[in-house]
């Protein structure tokens, strides 16, 4: 069963307006959220992150929301730039045992002039 | 420039050769992780080392083995190689920092583009 889930495999949005990615999960344990980024042939890299005691956290054009009642998180990107085209994975760490991260499976983000 | 090294970066093997994929990270970092990617799946744990010495399953360790060689290196090793292990593969460490987001965040490594036929 997938514990983190983005239910959107891509997304497009015009320069200069919002983009949000939106993620799911179903695992009370998870204390910390982060959202990486990734481009074609690097590595994914760390863009935001949330603690589960926030509900919202910021950090220049991103903003990531925390709703832990729906257990649903977004990340918000204005305004949205050329350069932010690529893939976005939601991730959680969970709390007990070997903490260790679980993503979700991705979304591609085209940010169209 | 400090960060984590895979090698290699693309291999074509045949159905039913072995080989290791290497990764070596040089920040001090107690943990390391090995993740596959694949469409449509995100990327899913093959196993970990919550520290030197110690190795875990993951969500999909079957048809892999690990050695964590030494604190600073973590291998992946495919002993008779599938189709189904057509994957990009990405190797992650993490460590501990004053800076609490940091301890929850990996560094990965820049991927090997694996696949068998």
């Known amino acids: 069963d997938q514990q983190v889930k983005q239910n959107s495999p891509s997304l497009s949005v015009q320069e200069g307006r919002i983009s949000i990615l939106n993620c799911d999960y179903t695992n009370s344990m998870f204390d910390y959220f982060l959202w990486y980024k990734k481009y074609p042939a690097e590595g994914p890299t760390f863009l935001i992150s949330?603690?589960?005691?926030?509900d919202k956290n910021e950090d220049g054009r991103f903003t990531v929301f925390l709703n832990k009642s729906a257990k649903h998180l977004s990340l918000h990107i204005v305004p949205s730039q050329p350069g932010d085209s690529a893939v976005y994975f939601c991730a959680a760490n969970e709390f007990q045992g070997a903490q260790k991260l679980v993503f979700g499976q991705g979304t591609r983000l085209t940010i169209n002039p | 420039n400090a960060g984590v090294t895979q090698t290699p970066k693309f291999q074509v093997l045949k159905t039913g050769q072995s080989m290791t994929l290497q990764c070596a990270q040089d920040?001090?970092?107690?943990?390391m992780y090995w993740y596959r990617q694949d469409p449509g799946m995100g990327l899913r744990l093959i196993y970990y080392?919550?520290?030197?010495?110690?190795?875990d399953k993951g969500e999909v360790p079957n048809g892999y083995n690990v050695s964590r060689l030494n604190k600073r290196e973590f291998s992946l090793r495919l002993e008779s190689a599938a189709p189904s292990q057509t994957s990009v593969y990405f190797c992650?460490?993490?460590?501990?920092?004053?800076?609490?987001?940091?301890?929850?965040?990996?560094?990965f490594g820049s991927g090997t583009r694996l696949t068998v036929v």
């Open positions: 949330i603690s589960s005691i926030k």
């Open positions: 920040m001090n970092h107690n943990s």
């Open positions: 080392s919550a520290s030197e010495g110690t190795t």
């Open positions: 992650a460490s993490r460590g501990w920092s004053l800076d609490r987001a940091a301890n929850y965040g990996y560094t």
